[in-house]
């Protein structure tokens, strides 16, 4: 399952990597202008998707997005479902078959397979002359959330809502087996802003945190190579979040810059009240001199 609005210079990579690995696909777009739409089109004519729809919503709606690819998963009748972002390439830590390894876990009774989150970085050594953000992009850390991100399509499964996604009565059984998602949700300071702006505009109930500490500063976006591990393409991931140091320092900029556009929204708001306050004084006082002129 594949939700897309407008990533169209890391779709076409990512389109071929679920295709390669065997994955039959299906994408709902959400109104996407960037040429992604186009991009899962040619996907849908060469093999390389099983479905596609497209949605339109006012800004990006995630959960209808989510909802809506969930549904059209199911009515290829799946016996398990994968849910990635255009961003997101899972693989076996180890590099052996993804879908291979889902197979025997799934046999195996695991319900659950959770990727560790491995998130490349910009910095100062990316070659921008290189398109592919896998090629491009070498450095990461681990940074782990929480990821169920494989699992069997059971009766009552609940992908969308807050809670557990399992039925009542289902116990969570997770696969001991080490799975990564290699993300790269910023690519270029371009495609950052723009996402940023799009994630802003987003309910804040489902805005994520981790792009509160942003103020739109391109420099923000490129991260020391001294803060991160360096990969080789050689699955020796390493499970430590090198580039902590630089995130606090990132969260410790956005609260101060939050805190004072705080109190200037805090003396807007008195210099307001005292205006407020200031003009209903003098319409009390003028409806006390029409009273005393109309009284006989």
Known sequence: MLPVRDEADVLPYNLDWYADGGFPTVVVD???TDGSYELCEQALTDGRLEALERIETERCDWRTVLG???????????DYLVLAAADEFFEVADGRDLLG?????????YNALTPSNMEFHMTERDDPAEPNPLARMRYYTCQQVRMTRAYPCVPELDIV????????????RRSPRKYVSRHYPFRTPEQALRKLERMSDRPTAYLRHDYLRFSGDPTEFLTKTSRLF??????????????????????EKALARFHGELSELQAEHTALQQEHTALQAKHTALLGMLEARSAP
Do not use: C
Not at 68 to 78: D, E, I, M
Not at 161 to 172: K, M, Q, Y
């Open 101 to 109: 390894a889902m197979r025997e876990d799934f046999a195996a009774g």
């Open 68 to 78: 809506a690819v969930f549904r059209l998963a199911k009515r290829h009748r799946p």
């Open 230 to 251: 360096r990969y080789r393409e050689d699955h020796a991931w390493k499970y430590e979040d090198k580039a902590m140091s630089a995130r606090l320092s990132q969260t």
């Open 30 to 32: 959400n109104g996407s």
């Open 161 to 172: 809502g807050p809670g557990s996604i399992f039925p009542p009565g289902l116990e969570r």
